[in-house]
């Protein structure tokens, strides 16, 4: 059985680049979504919502939530995840997404988990915690 991952994330981004690097070292075919060239849709979002909420995919200690000056602003979770549909740099990336399970930021434990899940072909749905 071949074991495919979704990353969602930037080529500057430093977990991104780990999680790529992970999946690569086990063989998993990996599709990479750079945010930069595309941002994700409000679909894509969803299901990592639905699993963690919206307040776990803002990056509250990033630069772009800085400079946009949200710190102050004090939106809603949900408020700020329709502004990062539109400036993706307000995520936690790396947004990975293996079969039906997702994982916020790096979650090594959590994807070691649904690789070997994958290969004994068991329908464990467990998502990774965010980091």
């Not at 400079?67 to 990975?96: F, I, N």
């Not at 070997?116 to 467990?126: H, I, L, M, R, Y």
Request: hydrophobic letters at 40%; one cysteine or more.
């Amino acid at each position: 059985m071949t074991v495919h991952a979704q990353i969602f994330g930037f080529t500057d981004c430093q977990e991104t680049r780990k999680a790529q690097r992970f999946f690569k070292e086990r063989g998993v075919t990996v599709h990479f979504v750079d945010m930069k060239e595309r941002p994700a849709a409000r679909g894509e979002l969803r299901r990592f919502e639905e699993t963690f909420g919206a307040a776990a995919l803002i990056d509250r200690e990033g630069a772009r939530f800085k400079a946009l000056g949200l710190r102050v602003a004090g939106d809603s979770p949900q408020r700020l995840l329709e502004k990062a549909l539109t400036e993706p740099r307000l995520l936690r990336t790396p947004l990975v997404r293996c079969g039906g399970r997702v994982a916020i930021g790096h979650a090594p434990e959590a994807w070691q988990m649904w690789i070997d899940a994958e290969k004994q072909g068991t329908a464990s749905q467990s998502g990774g915690k965010p980091a």
